[in-house]
Every structure is written in C-alpha cells, then in structure tokens.
C-alpha cells in the first residue's frame, strides 16, 4: 500500500518513475565540420529542413535523408538563430558581434541584406499572426522587430534584462525566457508592448523554452538542472521536472505529447510523456554526446535533431569538454 501511494504521489507531482521502454534510436550522424562553434538548430517543417548556425555559417540539411543541401555563408559576426518566413521566401538569422539580422533567400541561400539589430543578437523566432521576425538581443536586454516584407526593423522591444531563448503562440503573444531576472517575459505582437514579468520561483538562469499551443503550456529549462511548466495564460508554475546538466534547449513534440531537454553536459536528452496538460512522466532518457546541448524536434515524424561534436575532457573539474576541432555533426534520432 505505501510503494502504491508513493507511485501515485510522484504521477500527481509530475515526478514518477521513468518508462523502461527504449524509446528512441539513432537514424543518421551528419559531418558538418569546421567551424566548431555553435547555438541553435532549427527544424521547419514547410521548407523540410534543418538549419544549424555555426560559426560564420549556417548549415542547411534535408531533414529526410541527411544531405546537406548548402550553406548560408559570410557572416563574420557569428550565427546564433534561425527564423524562416516561408510567405517571403526568406530565412533570417543573426550577426552576434555586429548586432544585425541577416537575410537570407531560402533557396539560392544566399544573403540578401543585412539589418540593424542589437548588440549580441543571438536567438531568433518567426511570428505567424504578424509575419514578423524578432531577435533576441541578449546583453542589451533588446528585442529587434524586422518585417520580412521589407526586411526593415519596425521596432526594438526594450525589456530591461539578458534573455535567451524565445517562442510564439501563433495567436498574439511572444514568450520570452528572462535569463538575468529567472523569469518569463509576455509581449503582446500585435503591439510590441511587454505585457507581463512572471517569475519563476527555483528556476536559476532559464535558456531553453517551448510551448504547447493546444493546453496553453509552455516549458521552460533551467540550468539548475530543472524544467518548469507554466501556464501561458495567466503565468503560474504548474510543475517543475528534473532534467540533466547543460540544458540549453527544450522542444515539444505536440503529436505524440512529449516534451525534451538536451543537456550538453551529461550527453543525454531528458524526456517527459505528456499524462495530461498538468500531469507529465518521466521516459528513459535519450543518450546522444557530451556537448549536444542544442536540439529540434519535427512533431510530424518524431525525428530529433541534436547538435554536437567529439569531446575530450575539460581542464578543470566541472568545466566545459574540449572540442575537437573539425568534429561538428548532427545526429538523428527517431521514435521507436
């Protein structure tokens, strides 16, 4: 009666055991290469295509077979993220270190302008009620606004605060995860006004964050090895779940109901079966590389998609592993 009660509290909680089940096996690796340094990868299911920004470059894959189809190259500055405005044809990603937007044509990939953003530009997100495209200009605390019409900014969003990781309800609202104030930020799109500051009690430095549209949740990931799970609507912490080391990405796979952490420390991805809106179980975790700490998912195949590269250990204790030159790839992994 007490194993029973104990089992049905950590279900309540959102905390059970994990399902034993091998959930998710290796499909493809894809050699990128050089450069070594990068941030996010991004899936978009309308071109069928992966975009990993790299360095100078952002690598474009075909998301079924593997091949790389071409790069966006030239970007001095560094790539961070990647938002693609099929309406317009164009792909927008950024220059960090000279603070600007960078468009692209999404199929020549070739760059077609350059835009004033803000200093240390990094993630990128694609607003399907506006068409806007907004960048995360993380130290300034700046949002920059850039309509792929005109490929002009419209507006910069001022928040107050470093951010990180961004996603969108396609229905008026922008989410925004607050890494120096650990909490969320709600601006409305339509008016580019910050409507909201929720905080997030126990979330330390929050990066990764995703959202599930049909039950109004979003997932945020922090780096005190936790995922909180908060209302989109009215900004309560439903739940917070354990998750790895080095997380700095979550996706949300809405077909099946699942949500994942890539956690770049421990070479694993965290996963979580949604019971119910409020109510997730923890699944065996996904073992991927050390260094994999980026990750997207497509929700129509279950595919994941993880970046990493090989690794030797780091100098210190606890500090980050050593890149191997020239080992950058792209690793696949599908449901079973």
């Given at each position: 009666m007490k194993t029973a009660l104990i089992a049905l509290a950590a279900l309540l909680t959102g905390a059970a055991s994990p399902d034993t089940t091998p959930g998710y096996a290796p499909a493809k690796t894809i050699a990128l290469g050089a450069p070594d340094r990068w941030d996010y990868v991004v899936f978009n299911g309308e071109t069928g295509r992966v975009y990993v920004a790299h360095g100078d470059r952002v690598t474009v894959v075909d998301a079924t077979s593997g091949a790389i189809v071409g790069e966006v190259e030239g970007i001095a500055g560094g790539t961070h993220g990647v938002g693609i405005s099929t309406e317009t044809g164009q792909g927008f990603t950024d220059d960090g270190r000279n603070g600007q937007a960078v468009a692209f044509d999404l199929k020549t990939l070739k760059i077609t302008r350059q835009v004033a953003a803000d200093a240390d530009a990094d993630a990128v997100t694609?607003?399907?009620?506006?068409?806007?495209?907004?960048?995360?200009?993380?130290?300034?605390?700046?949002?920059?606004?850039?309509?792929?019409?005109?490929?002009?900014?419209?507006?910069?969003?001022?928040?107050?605060?470093?951010?990180?990781?961004?996603?969108?309800?396609?229905?008026?609202?922008?989410?925004?995860?607050?890494?120096?104030?650990?909490?969320?930020?709600?601006i409305d799109v339509r008016t580019n006004a910050i409507v909201a500051h929720w905080a997030t009690p126990g979330c330390t430095d929050p990066h990764g964050l995703a959202i599930d549209k049909a039950h109004a949740r979003l997932f945020m990931g922090c780096v005190n090895n936790l995922m909180e799970v908060v209302d989109s609507r009215d900004g309560h912490v439903i739940a917070t779940l354990p998750i790895g080391s080095g997380s700095d990405a979550i996706a949300f796979d809405a077909k099946r109901g699942r949500v994942f952490s890539s956690n770049g420390r421990d070479g694993t991805i965290t996963v979580y079966q949604q019971v119910s809106a409020d109510i997730y179980r923890a699944m065996t975790p996904i073992t991927t590389a050390v260094s994999g700490r980026t990750m997207s998912v497509d929700a129509a195949t279950g595919r994941l998609f993880v970046v990493a590269a090989d690794t030797d250990p780091a100098d210190t204790p606890g500090g980050r592993a050593k890149v191997r030159p020239g080992t950058l790839k792209l690793l696949m992994f599908d449901p079973r």
């Amino acid at each position: 009666m007490k194993t029973a009660l104990i089992a049905l509290a950590a279900l309540l909680t959102g905390a059970a055991s994990p399902d034993t089940t091998p959930g998710y096996a290796p499909a493809k690796t894809i050699a990128l290469g050089a450069p070594d340094r990068w941030d996010y990868v991004v899936f978009n299911g309308e071109t069928g295509r992966v975009y990993v920004a790299h360095g100078d470059r952002v690598t474009v894959v075909d998301a079924t077979s593997g091949a790389i189809v071409g790069e966006v190259e030239g970007i001095a500055g560094g790539t961070h993220g990647v938002g693609i405005s099929t309406e317009t044809g164009q792909g927008f990603t950024d220059d960090g270190r000279n603070g600007q937007a960078v468009a692209f044509d999404l199929k020549t990939l070739k760059i077609t302008r350059q835009v004033a953003a803000d200093a240390d530009a990094d993630a990128v997100t694609f607003d399907r009620k506006t068409g806007h495209v907004f960048v995360i200009d993380g130290d300034p605390g700046t949002i920059s606004v850039i309509d792929p019409k005109t490929i002009t900014r419209v507006a910069l969003i001022k928040a107050g605060e470093k951010m990180e990781y961004a996603v969108t309800d396609d229905n008026g609202a922008l989410f925004v995860a607050g890494e120096e104030k650990s909490d969320l930020l709600k601006i409305d799109v339509r008016t580019n006004a910050i409507v909201a500051h929720w905080a997030t009690p126990g979330c330390t430095d929050p990066h990764g964050l995703a959202i599930d549209k049909a039950h109004a949740r979003l997932f945020m990931g922090c780096v005190n090895n936790l995922m909180e799970v908060v209302d989109s609507r009215d900004g309560h912490v439903i739940a917070t779940l354990p998750i790895g080391s080095g997380s700095d990405a979550i996706a949300f796979d809405a077909k099946r109901g699942r949500v994942f952490s890539s956690n770049g420390r421990d070479g694993t991805i965290t996963v979580y079966q949604q019971v119910s809106a409020d109510i997730y179980r923890a699944m065996t975790p996904i073992t991927t590389a050390v260094s994999g700490r980026t990750m997207s998912v497509d929700a129509a195949t279950g595919r994941l998609f993880v970046v990493a590269a090989d690794t030797d250990p780091a100098d210190t204790p606890g500090g980050r592993a050593k890149v191997r030159p020239g080992t950058l790839k792209l690793l696949m992994f599908d449901p079973r």
